[in-house]
Nanobody, 115 residues
Framework: VQLQASGGGLVQPGGSLRFSCAAS????????MGWYRQAAGKHRELVAD???????DYADSVKGRFTISRDNTGTTVYLQTNSLKPEDTAVYFC??????????WGHGTLVTVSS
């Protein structure tokens, strides 16, 4: 599975960004798609994920502000981020999990929330 992620950038507090991550290759094996982030000096953490039956999970810190979704082919996952805060500053990564137990990561994209 190959992943192509886009989105990120510099945004002021309270602003919004939209990320997308398109999967190709053995897409029939994908059972979950998600976004993680890693801030400087911190461990990588789950932001949100969505399964192939559209169940979702969010980090408590982003609930009510971020929304994860996927297209109807199940090959592209989106992350809409609203009401961004400085503490959302991090490198964001797309990840997919497969039904044969292997995870695939996209390249990271930097988000900086600053005035």
């Amino acid at each position: 599975v190959q992943l192509q992620a886009s989105g990120g950038g510099l945004v002021q507090p309270g602003g919004s960004l939209r990320f997308s991550c398109a999967a190709s290759g053995n897409i029939g094996s994908i059972n979950v798609m998600g976004w993680y982030r890693q801030a400087a000096g911190k461990h990588r953490e789950l932001v949100a994920d969505i399964t192939k039956i559209d169940t979702t999970d969010y980090a408590d810190s982003v609930k009510g502000r971020f929304t994860i979704s996927r297209d109807n082919t199940g090959t592209t996952v989106y992350l809409q981020t609203n009401s961004l805060k400085p503490e959302d500053t991090a490198v964001y990564f797309c990840k997919v999990g497969t039904n044969f137990g292997r995870d695939y990561w996209g390249h990271g994209t930097l988000v900086t929330v600053s005035s």
